[in-house]
């Protein structure tokens, strides 16, 4: 295996990552907030699908892109106005809602099965290009491959190092703290649940005007990645850093199962679906700290080892926003 | 007792309401797309009832939805949601096959098979649901992931079975395994697909469900773990080894279907083998708000509609996910309308 070979492969695992960089940052955002937003699976396709439609008929890429990103906004919508203002539960408007968007995708997107459609050009940045190794690595992608380095930078630096972000984590944790210091939750909530939305949303266009072009119905390969967006999203803490090396890790685990392919006997179809599980259960690295028996285990260690084992679950431990999912009513 | 018969009748209203605005979205939905909504909504509902055909294809749906809808209650009794269900189904049928497999050439009755191999599909079931049960009490995993990543497994297993160790002689593909040589199927009435014994196995699964949920203590204490699980802790209910139960029973029944599904439905194991009944039947217990009692009709019901989905293509050349809009808008608008119907007894 040469470097270029490698270098060419990392460069693609960037770009495929990009979607679920845009899907868990979204997610990231509403989870912050106290909203689960579970349609993220039915999202992706749907808005991959509307994106595709709207890119096809207006031969316009932006329409598209801008066309995935309503349908995102509004599916959250949806979500924020059942569990906000209607009491419902999160789960079961969101799995509902991920059921349907999905069939309704399938549904209205069958006259386009198989169309040719518009794709986003790559757009080598002049001159950075031109580094060894890192220019072809980073610099060689498309602009919205860029948008999704932009993203994470922006998401980290907004939850972690603003007044804003302060007041997003505050109504997630501790809503009723946040409301007597002034933050109107669930205003708040539902900005953050549209706009995460809306990130979501961007992912269907993403994948359906590039990294997965076209739109194929039922055989498109879409579903699944919106679990395990909202997998990532877990997996990353609610960190947007984290989940964007979680994006990393399963883009890479997937380019990993097709490369090794002609050297291994296992059949091609199984290696493709073999990084979904993966991730989903890298989740129990991060969750196993809280159990009790994990604690009485470790207690009994020597010394040494103990020390080193609470490190490394405290490095991967994450908590949820306490008060995901439940709703605020002031009183 | 008056304003109790009055909000009931209430309640009915919004009910009734939901359904109205569920259909009227799909009828938007129809005439954007350019399709005749009256045609379809007939297709879809009396389609079904042309043929006697087509009325055991729909008895051929609905088993498998009634005891994937009727397990889930355990789970969503308890409090936990079993989104794993597509796993444990797909675990039955895997291990019902492996069983089928193994004793085909025997000399062994063929209902000793059969039996050996529902069995089988009721004990993969069981195991893939305990695994997610224990991924929740034991790993910190949220039911809802753990279940996916089961899910993504069995799928994962399914495929490399069926490409690989099971494939077909000669050409491994979608369609399956080989197909079992007759006497290992269930048989059916004549002349239409739906087996007697299925139709046993449904009511059977459905009585258990109602009365393990209605009139025993177990179904009380999972009952209590699912309404407050910390009062249900301090009482004296073992939390966890109830989840686990839960969990498990709901799993059995999974598997069992799972098992159906091999021995009197397809004949081989398939990667689309579940139908995605195992989501269906989590659609069908939401919108029944998780009364037993309504499981049998409702999923009657939903099985109808993804029969009548199947001939739109033929018929009205309308795609067959109609039917997954219609089921999915029916649940979303009528919990729209109790949170509607909640919000405005609340202002009155």
Request: charged share 10%; proline share 5%; with cysteine.
């Amino acid at each position: 295996m040469n470097i270029d070979f490698l270098i060419v492969g990392l460069a693609g695992v960037l770009v495929t990552a990009g979607p679920i960089v845009f899907a868990t940052i979204g997610e990231t955002f509403a989870e912050r907030s106290g909203v689960i937003n579970l349609s993220v699976n039915g999202t992706i396709v749907l808005s991959a699908m509307t994106g595709f439609v709207v890119a096809v008929t207006t031969n316009s890429l932006i329409l598209g892109y801008l066309s995935g990103i309503v349908v995102g906004a509004f599916v959250a919508l949806l979500i924020a106005f059942s569990s906000i203002t209607l009491h419902q539960s999160q789960v079961a408007v969101g799995f509902v809602l991920t059921y349907t968007t999905l069939s309704l995708a399938y549904f209205l997107g069958d006259p386009f099965t198989g169309l040719q459609g518009p794709t986003l050009p790559t757009l080598p940045i002049p001159g950075l290009v031109k580094i060894p190794i890192l220019g072809p690595l980073l610099f060689k992608a498309d602009l919205l491959t860029y948008l999704s380095y932009i993203l994470i930078i922006i998401a980290w630096l907004y939850v972690f190092k603003t007044r804003p972000g302060l007041v997003l984590r505050g109504i997630g944790e501790r809503p009723a703290a946040a409301y007597i210091r002034g933050a109107n939750v669930n205003r708040l909530r539902y900005l953050y649940t549209v706009l995460g939305g809306a990130l979501v949303g961007l992912a269907g266009p993403i994948y359906s005007l590039g990294v997965k072009a076209g739109w194929q119905g039922t055989i498109s390969g879409l579903d699944g990645f919106g679990w395990i967006a909202l997998a990532i999203t877990i997996f990353g803490g609610w960190n947007p850093l984290r989940a964007a090396f979680g994006a990393y890790l399963f883009a890479f685990l997937q380019w990993l199962s097709l490369t090794i392919q002609p050297y291994v006997s296992i059949p091609g179809q199984v290696l493709q679906v073999a990084p979904f599980p993966l991730m989903i259960l890298t989740l129990l690295f991060v969750n196993i700290s809280d159990a009790e028996w994990v604690g009485r285990t470790l207690a009994r260690l020597p010394e040494r080892p103990r020390r080193i084992f609470v490190r490394i679950l405290r490095a991967l431990h994450a908590s949820p926003p306490s008060a995901l999912g439940t709703p605020f009513v002031n009183e | 007792m008056q304003s109790k018969e009055h909000s009931r009748w209430i309640n009915i209203g919004f009910q009734v309401l939901g359904i109205i605005a569920a259909l009227g979205f799909t009828t938007i939905i129809l005439l954007i797309t350019g399709a005749p909504p009256l045609q379809a909504f007939q297709q879809m509902i009396f389609g079904i009832a042309g043929s006697m055909n087509n009325f055991s294809n729909v008895l051929v749906a609905w088993i498998p939805l009634l005891i994937v809808t009727a397990g889930l209650l355990v789970t969503f009794a308890a409090g936990l949601w079993n989104i794993g269900i597509e796993g444990q189904i797909i675990l039955g049928a895997i291990f019902c096959t492996g069983v089928l497999r193994a004793l085909e050439h025997s000399t062994w009755s063929a209902g000793i098979i059969i039996f050996l191999g529902i069995l089988a599909g009721i004990l993969g079931g069981a195991l893939w649901a305990l695994l997610v049960g224990l991924l929740k009490t034991f790993g910190g995993v949220n039911e809802i992931f753990g279940g996916l990543g089961m899910d993504f497994i069995a799928s994962v297993m399914i495929l490399w079975l069926i490409y690989g160790p099971w494939r077909r002689p000669g050409v491994a593909s979608l369609s399956g395994t080989a197909i079992f040589p007759e006497r290992l199927s269930l048989p059916t009435f004549s002349g239409v697909q739906i087996s007697p014994w299925s139709l046993v196995f449904g009511v059977i699964t459905i009585v258990l469900i109602y009365f393990l949920l209605r009139g025993t203590y177990i179904g009380l204490k999972m009952k209590a773990i699912g309404k407050n699980i910390r009062a249900a802790f301090m009482l004296g209910v073992p939390t966890w080894q109830y989840m686990l139960l839960s969990f498990v029973v709901c799993g059995i029944f999974a598997g069992l279907a799972g098992a159906l599904q091999v021995v009197g439905v397809y004949h081989r194991l398939l990667p689309s083998i579940t139908n995605g009944y195992g989501f269906l039947g989590l659609l069908v217990a939401m919108l029944i708000n998780f009364q037993a009692i309504w499981v049998a009709p409702i999923a009657l019901f939903y099985a109808a509609i993804n029969v009548g989905g199947i001939q739109l293509p033929i018929v009205l050349k309308v795609d067959s996910n109609l039917s997954g809009v219609i089921q999915g808008m029916l649940v979303f608008f009528v919990l729209l309308t109790d949170g509607f119907r909640q919000h405005f007894l609340k202002n009155r």
